[in-house]
């Protein structure tokens, strides 16, 4: 998904080698030989349990952010399967909501570790 194309906004996110990254702001030469994530690999069939939460909590509202959203929640969880709310806002500041739903957000990545664990 391309957004701001200047790696602000976190629209793009996908994973590379698992870590959430920025994809308008990658090289080709950048990602050669790395494994890519996008949202339609994050499960065949929308059952990860961060695409669980987001339903669960009825998260999106114009949906523009909400696939960056995800990916940066999913990789966040897989290297912090137990976090605080703090750390929960923290990972997740640096994607941007246009209809300002980060408590619900916030709420389905709470749940979304839970179901985790």
């Given at each position: 998904?391309?957004?701001c194309?200047?790696?602000?906004c976190?629209s793009c996110?996908?994973?590379?080698?698992?870590i959430a990254?920025?994809s308008c702001a990658?090289?080709?030469?950048?990602v050669e030989?790395?494994?890519?994530?996008?949202?339609?690999g994050l499960?065949?069939?929308?059952?990860?349990?961060?695409?669980?939460a987001?339903k669960e909590?009825?998260?999106p509202?114009?949906?523009?952010c909400q696939?960056?959203?995800?990916?940066?929640?999913?990789?966040?969880?897989?290297n912090?399967?137990?976090?605080t709310?703090?750390?929960?806002?923290?990972a997740?500041?640096?994607?941007?909501?246009?209809?300002?739903?980060y408590?619900?957000?916030?709420?389905a990545?709470?749940?979304a570790a839970s179901?985790?664990a």
């Amino acid at each position: 998904k391309y957004g701001c194309g200047i790696a602000l906004c976190g629209s793009c996110t996908i994973h590379l080698d698992g870590i959430a990254v920025r994809s308008c702001a990658l090289t080709l030469a950048q990602v050669e030989g790395k494994s890519i994530t996008t949202i339609e690999g994050l499960s065949e069939d929308g059952t990860h349990p961060v695409q669980e939460a987001w339903k669960e909590v009825d998260v999106p509202q114009c949906g523009y952010c909400q696939s960056g959203q995800i990916m940066t929640a999913s990789a966040f969880l897989k290297n912090n399967p137990n976090p605080t709310e703090d750390e929960i806002k923290d990972a997740m500041q640096g994607n941007i909501c246009r209809c300002a739903s980060y408590t619900r957000i916030y709420k389905a990545v709470e749940i979304a570790a839970s179901k985790m664990a």
